[in-house]
Protein backbone atom coordinates (compact mmCIF):
# COMPACT_ATOMS: atom_id res chain seq x y z
CA UNK A 1 0.00 0.00 0.00
CA UNK A 2 1.27 3.14 -0.88
CA UNK A 3 1.46 6.37 1.47
CA UNK A 4 -1.59 7.60 -0.59
CA UNK A 5 -3.14 5.05 -0.49
CA UNK A 6 -2.93 4.87 3.22
CA UNK A 7 -4.26 8.43 3.84
CA UNK A 8 -6.65 7.99 1.28
CA UNK A 9 -7.81 5.29 3.62
CA UNK A 10 -9.55 7.75 6.16
CA UNK A 11 -11.84 9.41 3.93
CA UNK A 12 -13.41 6.20 3.17
CA UNK A 13 -13.71 5.57 6.72
CA UNK A 14 -14.95 8.82 7.22
CA UNK A 15 -17.78 8.09 4.91
CA UNK A 16 -18.83 4.82 6.06
CA UNK A 17 -18.80 6.64 9.41
CA UNK A 18 -21.44 8.99 7.70
CA UNK A 19 -23.35 7.14 6.12
CA UNK A 20 -24.13 4.36 9.46
CA UNK A 21 -24.71 7.77 11.57
CA UNK A 22 -27.51 8.79 9.22
CA UNK A 23 -28.87 5.52 9.49
CA UNK A 24 -28.20 5.02 13.31
CA UNK A 25 -30.31 8.12 13.29
CA UNK A 26 -32.76 7.50 10.47
CA UNK A 27 -33.79 4.01 12.68
CA UNK A 28 -33.69 5.87 16.24
CA UNK A 29 -35.95 8.14 15.39
CA UNK A 30 -38.44 5.72 13.44
CA UNK A 31 -38.51 3.79 17.12
CA UNK A 32 -36.98 0.84 15.82
CA UNK A 33 -34.79 -1.87 17.62
CA UNK A 34 -32.88 -2.37 14.25
CA UNK A 35 -30.67 0.61 14.79
CA UNK A 36 -28.37 -1.62 17.43
CA UNK A 37 -26.70 -3.09 15.49
CA UNK A 38 -26.21 -0.65 13.18
CA UNK A 39 -25.16 1.22 16.04
CA UNK A 40 -22.41 -0.91 16.91
CA UNK A 41 -20.86 -1.00 13.29
CA UNK A 42 -20.78 2.96 13.71
CA UNK A 43 -19.29 2.77 17.18
CA UNK A 44 -16.43 0.21 15.52
CA UNK A 45 -16.03 2.47 12.66
CA UNK A 46 -15.80 5.51 14.60
CA UNK A 47 -12.82 3.75 16.83
CA UNK A 48 -11.18 2.27 13.56
CA UNK A 49 -11.35 6.09 12.52
CA UNK A 50 -9.63 7.55 15.38
CA UNK A 51 -6.50 4.85 15.39
CA UNK A 52 -6.22 5.49 11.72
CA UNK A 53 -5.79 9.56 12.47
CA UNK A 54 -3.87 9.03 15.52
CA UNK A 55 -1.27 6.67 13.05
CA UNK A 56 -1.86 9.53 9.67
CA UNK A 57 -0.63 12.06 12.57
CA UNK A 58 2.13 10.33 13.49
CA UNK A 59 3.12 9.81 10.02
CA UNK A 60 2.53 13.25 8.87
CA UNK A 61 4.38 14.33 11.93
CA UNK A 62 7.39 12.32 10.90
CA UNK A 63 8.17 15.00 8.31
CA UNK A 64 10.88 17.44 8.20
CA UNK A 65 9.17 20.20 6.49
CA UNK A 66 6.50 22.22 7.84
CA UNK A 67 4.65 22.95 4.68
CA UNK A 68 4.92 19.16 3.72
CA UNK A 69 3.05 18.47 7.11
CA UNK A 70 0.42 21.23 6.93
CA UNK A 71 -0.43 20.12 2.92
CA UNK A 72 -0.86 16.59 4.11
CA UNK A 73 -2.76 17.24 7.10
CA UNK A 74 -5.40 19.68 5.53
CA UNK A 75 -5.57 17.41 2.29
CA UNK A 76 -5.76 13.88 4.01
CA UNK A 77 -7.01 14.58 7.95
CA UNK A 78 -9.45 17.55 7.20
CA UNK A 79 -10.34 16.67 3.76
CA UNK A 80 -9.85 20.06 2.69
CA UNK A 81 -9.72 20.20 -1.46
CA UNK A 82 -6.20 21.68 -2.76
CA UNK A 83 -7.52 25.06 -4.19
CA UNK A 84 -9.27 26.06 -0.13
CA UNK A 85 -5.08 24.29 0.62
CA UNK A 86 -3.59 26.42 -1.77
CA UNK A 87 -5.86 29.49 -0.21
CA UNK A 88 -5.06 28.85 3.18
CA UNK A 89 -0.83 28.48 2.57
CA UNK A 90 -0.42 31.30 -0.05
CA UNK A 91 0.18 29.63 -2.86
CA UNK A 92 -1.15 28.23 -5.90
CA UNK A 93 -2.60 25.02 -6.34
CA UNK A 94 0.01 24.09 -8.68
CA UNK A 95 2.90 24.47 -6.20
CA UNK A 96 0.32 22.91 -3.31
CA UNK A 97 0.14 19.49 -6.00
CA UNK A 98 4.27 20.00 -5.87
CA UNK A 99 4.25 20.08 -1.97
CA UNK A 100 2.04 17.28 -1.44
CA UNK A 101 3.69 14.74 -4.41
CA UNK A 102 6.90 14.99 -2.80
CA UNK A 103 5.24 14.83 1.08
CA UNK A 104 3.76 11.62 -0.41
CA UNK A 105 7.71 10.68 -1.87
CA UNK A 106 8.72 11.51 1.89
CA UNK A 107 6.62 9.84 3.39
CA UNK A 108 7.23 6.20 1.45
CA UNK A 109 10.49 6.36 2.98
CA UNK A 110 9.26 6.19 6.25
CA UNK A 111 6.99 3.34 5.40
Given at each position: MTAEEYLLK????QKQAEQLRKLV??????????YLP??????KT??????WERRANQIIDSLEDPNERLALSLSYIQCMPK???AQVM???R???NRIVRRA?????KHL
Open positions: GREIEHLHKQKSKAYLKRYQTQLQSVEDIGYCRQVLQNVE
